[in-house]
């Protein structure tokens, strides 16, 4: 859950410090804005961190951030803390770093919707076709009796009624089971952008 709230907030964190860093805010103050913002988890990790900063129970700013990595689940999130420190540690170009970051978050997020989109191409039509198609052969399958009765019921058996409901009923309950499940696969696939 962590690792999917950090990459859905990591590019406007990223595209956040850029702007604000870019302006001419310092790092600690772009992280305490970043702290007081809504970007979920993040906000709530750079909270945490400058609150200990400005109490004074920390080793610095390079030790938390250094720690922050620790708890960090996504690739993505690692290596912009992984930016910060480096940047504390030996003063690099953090506004350049954060640009080429942000545009290659950017080019993930859009490969991940691209995949996203192709691997659920059929769906629609699998869920159209089942939704149509099955209650219409159902349907039918319950009209037997009544079009098998009379001269052409003679030269065939029929099973009794209650057994082509039970059968239609199923069917349908089926049916809907079949596309719940369809359309819970595709909601599991979803990269969550």
């Known amino acids: 859950m962590r690792k999917l709230e950090e990459k859905r907030e990591l590019l406007y964190v990223i595209r956040t410090l850029d702007v604000l860093m870019s302006s001419g805010v310092g790092l600690e103050a772009a992280l305490h804005t970043i702290g007081r913002g809504g970007y979920g988890i993040i906000s709530d990790d750079f909270s945490a961190m400058m609150k200990r900063l400005q109490k004074g129970n920390s080793k610095g700013l390079d030790r938390e951030l250094k720690d922050m990595m620790k ?29 080429k970051q942000g545009a290659r978050m950017e080019e993930e997020r859009t490969d991940e919707v691209e995949k996203y989109i192709e691997e659920l191409g059929g769906v629609p039509e699998t869920l159209l076709s089942i939704g149509m198609i099955g209650p219409i052969i159902l349907a039918i399958v319950g009209l037997v009796p009544q079009l098998m009765s009379g001269d052409l019921g003679a030269f065939m058996s029929l ?18 089971i079949g596309m719940a499940l369809i359309g819970l696969k595709a909601h599991t696939k979803d990269p969550g952008l």
């Open 159 to 176: 099973p009794d009624p209650a057994v082509i409901n039970t059968v239609v009923n199923m069917g349908l309950v089926m049916t809907l």
């Open 71 to 99: 708890l960090a689940e996504s690739a993505g999130y690692k290596r912009l803390l992984n930016t910060l420190y480096t940047n504390v540690t030996q003063n690099t170009d953090l506004v350049e770093t954060l640009k």
